[in-house]
């Protein structure tokens, strides 16, 4: 008798097995189909620790979906972050950041790149990575510019897509994000990005669009701020007019991590999953249906998506896969030491750099404890970091031995500080360290056996909250002394100095740059960082970095300036979520900030309304000369060809990064900006007399402004001027190029103000 008993409840479990499908890439209709409310109410809401069987993943890991093993679903296993893999308990790289990537002018870097984070991702069982983080760079002080690209979309959009490709084309997936105008992190949570129409359409959204138009990512991340008064995650007209209709998105949208919102508008919407996911999210969605507030259609469409999903990922795809968990961390220092190369800019060189080996003064904290990426969901737990003072050293360098142990254990001294009297963990990282403020009758004593001298100044930000001016975007006094210092001692001795600059994003420059003789701009670099920058500052590579975003004179020179919180000081570690009214505070640029200045943001303020910056857009220097010569601007189809000769008419071998800028006529508009980035390029490495062609393709449509009231894109006819070269301010060529008929390019009238 129980053999029959058992026989039959084998034969049941295999028929209830039989009778759910087995998900597949060609039958998620019918899997969802089969599947009940509940489970579909599960699938869409991120693995949490309420439901049956829940996974944290590895230390760290961002968030997995929920599996259905009787439908052959496994999770989908997220994992940040933009600079390398996140997690708590292992090394993996630290790559270079987003502003360093950008500043690279270079595809193939950010290919690279992400090529690398793919590869980890995998090694570690990740099956997407939550990156590229690609919001606009409106302020200089928003705290995750670090992880982000550019002031232009373009710029932003492209180098997004190439990193997009490098780490899909490791079976790896991405998320672009932050979708949308998520341009500060103070209250983050519940702030209210508002624009106009134009605004949203040619800057904040127009990165996502060309990154969409150049690559697949499998997924966008929706962002957790409101647009023009309506959550993000809640917004049809952005997720699903502009996003998927517009755009043609056809990738699932995941929540940014976001708590239980109206998870049935979110539906609605377009957000198809929702991470990091908590039960009352499922429960939320089976009571909508119940009472009708949502239709099952919406959340079919949503767990269609993250089935599809589920079907691209190595989890599904190599069921036998098995991690190894150990990334290899040698080719990829290796690599990431080349890349950060790529991106570094050359301020200024008034005949020090390159530097031959010699007896060197090295100052500065970070000369000897680098920053090599940010903190937050970008921050990467690295194996170790490549110092500048150790790199030099190698590199043939005798340094000031009292220097370095004064340095070094003020370093450990601060670390242990901050770390006592700081929450800091991996989510968050370490703040800002200050200046050690040394005296001038040390710098004396110092100079005497020195040949050169390396400043390096440092900056960190990270997630969750922004940089303020005093002594952030501003320079600590502690700093000012030391340059003032060393740059008068030394000179004083016929000696020059040299400046690093390991920032986190824009500092102000302009009170101080003449009295250094170089300056290198090394952002974060990645963990190798030091051998990257000894790279650079001794010529084993020439710098070919350019500006990704305008260095004003002064922070107040900025379009919309007042319309951030850059005096905001809380001790807390984390702004996302301010509540000014609970605490009495204004509002402004809390609750709600007004991007009064329009599409006027970066260059396109600069440039357009004549206000000097200290360093423009596009702006790096090289240690040889280049010449450009028969540039080349015709209209082939619906697309514009432009293209340039550049030659190395210098002594050493270089890279040139050429930007293609267009003026474009008014047609209708009654104000356009004085040029835009269309198109942009790098030669490859130009021997002494070596010249390439370097030849840009971008559409028409892209020579379009944004016209709000017909919700269209207008082609003006007339003449427009394209220019060649980086340099925002200093085109080596131009061409006019005539377009003898305007043309209209309709799209959908959404997230328009509510107020008008
Ligand atoms: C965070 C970040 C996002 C990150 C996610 C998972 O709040 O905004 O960039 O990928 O949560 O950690």
């Known amino acids: 008798?129980?053999?029959?008993?058992?026989?039959?409840?084998?034969?049941?479990?295999?028929?209830?097995?039989?009778?759910?499908?087995?998900?597949?890439?060609?039958?998620?209709?019918?899997?969802?189909?089969?599947?009940?409310?509940?489970?579909?109410?599960?699938?869409?809401?991120?693995?949490?620790?309420?439901?049956?069987?829940?996974?944290?993943?590895?230390?760290?890991?961002?968030?997995?979906?929920?599996?259905?093993?009787?439908?052959?679903?496994?999770?989908?296993?997220?994992?940040?972050?933009?600079?390398?893999?996140?997690?708590?308990?292992?090394?993996?790289?630290?790559?270079?950041?987003?502003?360093?990537?950008?500043?690279?002018?270079?595809?193939?870097?950010?290919?690279?790149?992400?090529?690398?984070?793919?590869?980890?991702?995998?090694?570690?069982?990740?099956?997407?990575?939550?990156?590229?983080?690609?919001?606009?760079?409106?302020?200089?002080?928003?705290?995750?510019?670090?992880?982000?690209?550019?002031?232009?979309?373009?710029?932003?959009?492209?180098?997004?897509?190439?990193?997009?490709?490098?780490?899909?084309?490791?079976?790896?997936?991405?998320?672009?994000?932050?979708?949308?105008?998520?341009?500060?992190?103070?209250?983050?949570?519940?702030?209210?990005?508002?624009?106009?129409?134009?605004?949203?359409?040619?800057?904040?959204?127009?990165?996502?669009?060309?990154?969409?138009?150049?690559?697949?990512?499998?997924?966008?991340?929706?962002?957790?701020?409101?647009?023009?008064?309506?959550?993000?995650?809640?917004?049809?007209?952005?997720?699903?007019?502009?996003?998927?209709?517009?755009?043609?998105?056809?990738?699932?949208?995941?929540?940014d991590w976001t708590g239980k919102r109206n998870t049935p508008r979110q539906l609605h919407a377009g957000s198809n999953l929702f991470m990091g996911g908590m039960y009352s999210q499922t429960e939320h969605i089976l009571a909508s249906l119940e009472d009708g507030s949502l239709a099952m259609e919406d959340l079919d469409l949503a767990a269609s998506k993250v089935l599809e999903l589920v079907t691209k990922s190595i989890s599904f795809q190599r069921r036998d896969y098995v991690p190894p968990l150990k990334p290899d961390l040698e080719a990829h220092a290796a690599l990431t030491r080349t890349l950060a190369t790529e991106g570094m800019v050359l301020l200024k060189n008034e005949g020090v750099l390159p530097l031959a080996p010699s007896r060197a003064a090295l100052f500065g904290i970070h000369s000897y404890d680098l920053i090599p990426g940010g903190n937050g969901a970008a921050f990467v737990t690295c194996p170790y970091v490549a110092q500048v003072d150790d790199a030099l050293k190698e590199a043939g360098f005798s340094l000031n031995s009292g220097l370095e142990k004064l340095y070094r254990g003020y370093a450990r001294f601060i670390e242990a500080d901050l770390t006592l009297n700081h929450k800091v963990n991996v989510h968050v990282g370490l703040p800002q360290k200050p200046e050690l403020d040394i005296t001038r009758r040390l710098v004396e004593q110092v100079e005497k056996d020195a040949d050169v001298a390396i400043i390096t100044l440092g900056r960190v930000s990270g997630e969750a909250r922004d940089r303020i001016l005093e002594e952030d975007f501003l320079l600590q006094e502690e700093e000012v002394n030391l340059l003032e210092n060393v740059c008068e001692v030394f000179h004083a001795a016929g000696k020059k100095v040299v400046v690093v600059l390991n920032v986190c994003g824009v500092v102000e420059t302009a009170s101080w740059k003449d009295l250094p003789d170089a300056i290198l701009c090394a952002w974060l670099p990645g963990e190798e960082g030091g051998h990257s920058i000894a790279d650079v500052l001794t010529g084993r590579v020439n710098p070919s970095g350019r500006l990704p975003m305008t260095f004003p004179q002064d922070y107040f020179d900025i379009a919309g300036a007042e319309d951030?919180?850059?005096?905001?000081?809380?001790?807390?570690?984390?702004?996302?979520?301010?509540?000014?009214?609970?605490?009495?505070?204004?509002?402004?640029?809390?609750?709600?900030?007004?991007?009064?200045?329009?599409?006027?943001?970066?260059?396109?303020?600069?440039?357009?309304?004549?206000?000097?910056?200290?360093?423009?857009?596009?702006?790096?220097?090289?240690?040889?000369?280049?010449?450009?010569?028969?540039?080349?601007?015709?209209?082939?189809?619906?697309?514009?060809?432009?293209?340039?000769?550049?030659?190395?008419?210098?002594?050493?071998?270089?890279?040139?990064?050429?930007?293609?800028?267009?003026?474009?006529?008014?047609?209708?508009?009654?104000?356009?900006?004085?040029?835009?980035?269309?198109?942009?390029?790098?030669?490859?490495?130009?021997?002494?007399?070596?010249?390439?062609?370097?030849?840009?393709?971008?559409?028409?449509?892209?020579?379009?402004?944004?016209?709000?009231?017909?919700?269209?894109?207008?082609?003006?006819?007339?003449?427009?001027?394209?220019?060649?070269?980086?340099?925002?301010?200093?085109?080596?060529?131009?061409?006019?190029?005539?377009?003898?008929?305007?043309?209209?390019?309709?799209?959908?009238?959404?997230?328009?103000?509510?107020?008008?």
Request: proline residues 6%; aromatic residues 10%; neutral net charge.
């Open 1 to 255: 008798m129980k053999a029959k008993v058992l026989f039959l409840a084998c034969l049941l479990a295999t028929a209830n097995l039989w009778a759910q499908p087995q998900l597949t890439a060609d039958n998620i209709s019918e899997v969802v189909k089969a599947m009940s409310p509940r489970e579909k109410a599960l699938l869409v809401v991120g693995f949490n620790s309420a439901c049956e069987g829940y996974n944290p993943g590895l230390p760290g890991t961002g968030g997995l979906t929920h599996p259905f093993p009787q439908y052959g679903i496994p999770s989908v296993v997220m994992m940040d972050g933009p600079v390398g893999v996140r997690l708590e308990d292992r090394f993996t790289t630290c790559f270079p950041t987003g502003l360093l990537v950008a500043a690279s002018w270079d595809r193939e870097t950010a290919f690279r790149v992400g090529q690398g984070i793919g590869e980890e991702t995998r090694d570690m069982g990740g099956d997407v990575i939550l990156a590229p983080g690609m919001n606009l760079l409106r302020n200089p002080l928003n705290g995750r510019n670090f992880e982000y690209f550019s002031e232009d979309p373009l710029l932003s959009g492209s180098i997004a897509a190439a990193y997009i490709n490098g780490v899909q084309q490791t079976g790896i997936g991405t998320s672009a994000k932050h979708f949308a105008a998520n341009n500060q992190e103070t209250n983050r949570l519940d702030g209210d990005s508002r624009m106009d129409t134009r605004t949203l359409r040619e800057l904040y959204t127009r990165g996502f669009e060309i990154c969409l138009r150049e690559s697949a990512p499998w997924t966008v991340m929706a962002s957790y701020n409101y647009l023009n008064g309506e959550y993000t995650q809640e917004s049809y007209g952005l997720l699903t007019d502009i996003l998927r209709k517009d755009f043609g998105y056809k990738g699932l949208v995941v929540t």
């Open 564 to 756: 951030f919180p850059y005096h905001f000081v809380s001790e807390k570690a984390n702004e996302s979520a301010v509540h000014p009214e609970r605490r009495g505070m204004d509002p402004k640029n809390i609750s709600y900030t007004d991007y009064t200045e329009g599409i006027y943001v970066g260059y396109r303020h600069f440039v357009t309304h004549g206000q000097e910056e200290s360093y423009p857009f596009g702006f790096g220097l090289s240690y040889t000369t280049f010449a450009y010569s028969r540039p080349v601007v015709k209209q082939v189809g619906d697309r514009v060809k432009a293209s340039i000769t550049v030659t190395n008419t210098g002594a050493v071998a270089g890279k040139e990064a050429v930007g293609i800028y267009v003026h474009a006529p008014l047609g209708g508009f009654s104000h356009k900006p004085e040029r835009e980035l269309r198109a942009f390029g790098k030669t490859r490495l130009l021997q002494p007399g070596e010249s390439q062609v370097v030849e840009c393709f971008f559409p028409v449509r892209d020579l379009a402004s944004f016209n709000a009231a017909l919700s269209r894109w207008e082609t003006a006819k007339g003449t427009y001027t394209v220019y060649f070269g980086a340099d925002c301010r200093k085109p080596a060529a131009s061409l006019p190029l005539t377009l003898n008929k305007g043309r209209n390019y309709p799209v959908s009238r959404a997230c328009e103000p509510v107020r008008q």
